[in-house]
């Protein structure tokens, strides 16, 4: 069954910390993205990713930044978490073009 | 500028009931795509459809089915005799191609027994 695997399922950090969201999916796929979804806002992209090392900013790219070495790998840091960054994180990858994304499951971050 | 609209924050409906989630858009591409996604209570959002915008056809697929029509710009999405599995979060979403996908806020539907 493909699969995109999101390494944490809750995490609470403090204020300042730096922090590592794990994404790995094992389709090969081209395109990978980082979401986050907030009650009445939807889902709003952070970062995108169409090839290894390469990235373009999404929408709401501050405070954020990501990391794509190896195709199945995508990684979004937190520089200096803060508390508005408390959010459910969701990480997607699709095969490029028209096709749908497969999501993983999503981490819910919490920033004390 | 790319929008999604769905209205309806929260859907309540009892099982076997039918129930239309709205969605309506805005763009000025000539080409894009519409998806709509569940989101159940585990998190994962699952794929369900793509339109786009040369195919206005319906579609339906089981007990779900979709109504495209551009001279509203609207993607409604109906489930006929709801069911229990069908309580979820379900999301519209607009796109120049799936690469850069723009989503509706989300309709929570809960399907009561």
């Known amino acids: 069954d493909v699969k995109v695997t999101q390494s944490s399922r809750y995490l609470v950090k403090r204020t300042g910390e730096k922090v590592f969201l794990e994404c790995v999916q094992d389709?090969?796929?081209?395109?990978m993205f980082w979401y986050r979804q907030d009650p009445g806002l939807g889902l709003r992209l952070i970062y995108f990713?169409?090839?290894?090392?390469?990235?373009e900013k999404g929408d709401i790219p501050e405070g954020y930044s990501v990391s794509r070495e190896k195709k199945e790998r995508f990684s979004l840091i937190l520089e200096s978490a803060s508390t508005n960054q408390t959010s459910m994180y969701l990480c997607?990858?699709?095969?490029?073009?028209?096709?749908?994304?497969?999501f993983g499951s999503g981490t819910r971050l919490t920033v004390v | 500028a790319q929008k999604v609209t769905q209205a309806q924050t929260e859907i309540s409906v009892v099982e076997k009931e039918d129930v239309t989630l709205d969605c309506v858009y805005e763009?000025?591409?000539?080409?894009?795509?519409l998806f709509w996604y569940k989101q159940p209570p585990s998190g994962e959002l699952v794929f369900l459809i793509r339109?786009?915008?040369?195919?206005?056809q319906n579609e339906i697929s089981g007990r779900y089915s979709w109504n495209f029509q551009k001279s509203t710009s609207s993607f409604n999405f109906t489930i006929t005799a709801s069911q229990v599995v069908d309580s979820a979060v379900y999301f519209c979403?607009?796109?120049?191609?799936?690469?850069?996908?723009?989503f509706g806020t989300g309709t929570r539907l809960t399907v009561i027994p």
């Open positions: 997607a990858s699709n095969r490029g073009g028209l096709y749908g994304y497969t």
């Open positions: 389709m090969d796929h081209e395109n």
């Open positions: 990713s169409y090839d290894v090392k390469m990235k």
């Open positions: 763009t000025r591409d000539t080409t894009y795509y």
């Open positions: 339109r786009n915008s040369f195919d206005e």
């Open positions: 979403a607009l796109g120049p191609g799936a690469n850069n996908l723009f």
